[in-house]
């Protein structure tokens, strides 16, 4: 458990799920986890549900805080920095989970004296798996890297990359789970299709991608490895693939990314 005061500017539905990482995994203590977000029923809701404090202005709660997590939405980040960028320590790490704002923005903001880090958190916060991307100015040191690693392992793994990926991490990472659950729904309804109840349909679909996603972590190999063993000559599961590979199944799914990520580089050049 860090001892560290975190605060969080903004309580929408992302700053939710950390706090709630947080508190049930016990990376912070409640009563040091405090939430400023315009809303006085938003806030009121935060401290009841999860036993966290909140303010009723943003200035009153960064100047102690270790760590200030600015999560609003990207077109309204300058807004809310003017009143709390003159109070805060050049030693409180500051953490943005604002999509498609920059860290040269950041600086901007806040100065470039500050500790900024960039996050993309993990959209699976829930299951505790799935990666929160981080991107880190020249500012912070190895000591803030242990504690955004140690703040970012309650929600699931955490991975550094070059802020220059931070957009394709978005549109492949973040947005992954929804090309999953496509993929999960359409295997469902082929197994009611079938004859299986839904529910026993969802239970086999979802052991086995389990079990799929286990056994290529455990070997390391690439997927076609896997599908090259199960395909016996003139069986089952060779004329399946024959039908995936005909509809370019392959090919639709990077396309998907490739879309995503160009939304997201759009996105990033209409909000700046």
């Not at 100047?63 to 077109?75: G, M, N, T």
């Not at 799935?130 to 912070?140: C, D, I, M, Q």
């Not at 359409?186 to 839904?198: K, N």
Request: aromatic residues 6%; proline residues 2%; charged residues 20%.
């Amino acid at each position: 458990m860090l001892d560290k005061k975190i605060t969080f500017i903004g309580g929408g539905n992302m700053a939710e799920g950390i706090i709630g990482g947080l508190v049930s995994n016990e990376v912070f203590k409640p009563k040091n986890i405090t939430v400023f977000d315009i809303l006085d029923e938003r806030r009121k809701y935060l401290e009841a549900t999860y036993g966290i404090s909140s303010a009723n202005t943003a200035v009153s709660v960064v100047k102690d805080a270790d760590v200030v997590v600015i999560a609003v939405l990207p077109q309204d980040i300058v807004q809310a920095s003017q009143h709390i960028k003159n109070e805060l320590s050049e030693e409180t790490i500051i953490i943005s989970i604002c999509a498609a704002v920059r860290i040269e923005k950041l600086e901007n903001i806040f100065g470039s004296q500050h500790k900024i880090v960039r996050v993309m958190p993990n959209t699976m916060i829930e299951a505790k798996h799935g990666y929160s991307a981080v991107s880190l100015n020249e500012k912070t040191k190895d000591g803030d890297k242990e504690i955004i690693v140690t703040l970012l392992s309650g929600l699931g793994k955490v991975m550094f990359i070059d802020e220059k990926l931070i957009n394709a991490f978005t549109a492949y990472s973040c947005a992954g789970p929804a090309y999953i659950m496509y993929f999960i729904a359409a295997l469902i309804d082929s197994g009611v299709e079938s004859g299986f109840s839904r529910k026993d349909s969802t239970s086999i679909a979802l052991e086995n991608l389990i079990a799929s996603a286990v056994t290529l972590q455990k070997i390391g190999k690439h997927p076609y490895e896997i599908t090259d063993r199960m395909n016996s000559p003139a069986g089952i599961g060779i004329n399946a693939s024959h039908v995936l590979n005909e509809s370019g199944f392959h090919g639709i799914v990077m396309s998907a990314v490739k879309k995503a990520l160009e939304r997201t580089n759009e996105l990033e050049n209409k909000v700046f």
